[in-house]
């Protein structure tokens, strides 16, 4: 199974837009060549998590060995890679493109062209790759494939006069696919006598083979009892299995030149496994490693406690066996007085953020609170040193301040002509500075700087709505701005909760300020005493909501007599209010932090 030729491998990536079909392609391309039986078949076969099934988006980058008998009679081996489509995931998308020497690039015959596909492109275009544009859905109604040829010449300057027109749910024209991934598509290059060099790709935690390990191989052979050297950081392991996905996991001999196949070698710690690193014979190394991935820089950071204090050491055994498979995802331990040990972890967006938070729900079985997301800052300190700030709660004190600089994005918003003005007023409202508008037919292409923390939290469903879901999105970091920022605190009895703290813009702290107070008003149960719930600013209160006391009736055993045994009483309990207001501590339900947070964000 594992004597083809190189020549007669192939090996390509699908790419596209959210919902332009990436997936039911896939599954066309799997039925045709046989890899799955009809009984076996069912729809979205490469989506394998629940949450994606669910979701209906793709989040991991699934892979396929799929066989193919050409029209001239020969037999190729083609290695697919269907990747995600959502910003968030675009270091999916790299590191798949990487692995492969081509693109099928998958645009929606009634849709046309939208953000991701760009985005999706021109990072197929930077890893060197042979494109073949692909028309879906030319059976719906809607369906212009004239006008999406052409707006993928105008927009993308790519030659689509050849593009295939294919209906991936119904099967139409799939054949032809097949014909142009050999035909149009370079082979691997790669020398099987060369010393082995492997590119790990993707791993995974299997509960009963340990790390299971995606690897492409550039040179030399994997062979099964191999010993192997992991390049960065020198760990050795014998190979135990070597194999391939058909998508079923498949047991082969070895792996060869061109190859892309899994591997497992009884590997216990997480650690030794490096997405991006060189994997050579520990007998026979090579000397030069391969060039592996850009690592991924977070956006988007928060807290992730545990609410059972006692679950601490789950959720850091958790996020190790995450991080394996998912090597865009960053977490460091820390603390808060108000939610105890948790770790502050980094993500590539908010759907990145809630994935993540879901996988440890239902994979690991935690129940956690994550704190309001923030972005990284750059605090510029009166002598000369430069802070990162990835906590809102680790901002110094104002005095030791020169100034402060907060990330910008480049953003792309394609939207239709009828809900331009909306979108731009948005961005506006969100201190968008427009830098490019053109037009692609009766659609306009919008280019604006934005600053991320406007970005975060809900520009992308107020985007959704005011574009009645028409509007598409994407961006690329732009380097760091100086803003005019201030850290708002909460206090809650005049005790800051610095699980609750959060960064904003000078002109918007103040409306934030007297929402999130508002919420706890409603959230925090009332106590025997007042309590003051503010948003403050340093020492200066912006905003301020008072939980009136719970009262009791002290005077309810008096009946008649001299009015002073009930003033006596009354003030008694006035006194002992003030006490209670100054010793007593108020406890915030939990609850109460994950509806105030969840406003936040």
Sequence with gaps: ??????????????????????????????QATGGLTERE???????????????????????VRLTWRARDGEIYELNLMDTPGHVDFAYEVSRSLAACEGSLLVVDASQGVEAQTLANVYQAIEANHEIVPVL??????????????????????????????????????????????????????????????ALLVDSWYDPYLGVVILVRVRDGRLKRGARIRMMSTGAVHTLEQTGVFTPKMIAVDDLGPGEIGYITAAIKTVADCKIGDTITDDRHPALVPLPGFKPSVPVVWCGLYPTDADDFEKLRDSLAKL??????????????????????????????LEIIQERLTREFSLDLIATAPSVVYRVHRTNGSVQELHNPADMPDGSVIDHIEEPWIRATILVPDDYLGAVLTLCNDRRGQQADLTYVGSRAMAVYRLPLNEVVFDFYDRLKSVSRGYASFDYQMDGYAEGDLVRISILVNGEPVDALSFI???????????????????????????????????????????????????????????????????????????????????EIPQSAFLAALKMDA
Excluded at 41 to 62: F, H, W, Y
Excluded at 177 to 196: E, H, M, Q
Excluded at 520 to 547: C, M, N, S, Y
């Design 504 to 586: 904003a813009h000078r002109n918007a702290a103040e409306g934030r300020g007297r929402a999130i107070c508002a919420k706890l008003k409603d959230l925090i149960p009332r106590q025997l005493f007042k309590i003051a719930v503010q948003a403050a600013i340093g020492g200066r209160v912006i905003a301020r909501e008072t939980i009136g006391a719970l009262s009791k009736d002290v005077t309810a055993k008096c009946y008649g007599g001299d009015i002073t045994r009930k003033r006596k009483l009354l003030e008694k309990q006035k006194e002992g209010k003030k006490r209670m207001r100054q010793f007593g501590r108020v």
């Design 323 to 352: 991080r394996l498979n998912d090597a865009s995802f960053y977490y460091d331990p820390e603390t808060s007085a108000a939610l105890g040990f948790g770790f502050r972890c980094g993500f590539l967006g908010l759907l990145h």
């Design 136 to 197: 879906n859905k030319i059976d719906l109604p809607a369906a212009e494939p004239d006008r999406v040829r052409q707006q993928i010449e105008d927009v993308i300057g790519l030659d689509a006069s050849d593009a295939l027109l294919i209906s991936a749910k119904t099967g139409l024209n799939i054949e032809s696919v097949l014909d142009a991934l050999v035909t149009r598509l370079p082979p691997p290059t790669g020398d099987a006598a060369a010393p082995l060099k």
């Design 41 to 63: 078949m069912t729809s979205q076969v490469l989506d394998t998590m629940e949450l994606e099934r669910e979701r209906g988006i793709t989040i991991k980058a699934q892979t």
């Design 1 to 30: 199974m594992t004597d083809t030729p190189t020549d007669h491998i192939r090996n390509f990536s699908i790419i596209a837009h959210i919902d332009h079909g990436k997936s039911t392609l896939a599954d066309r391309l799997i």
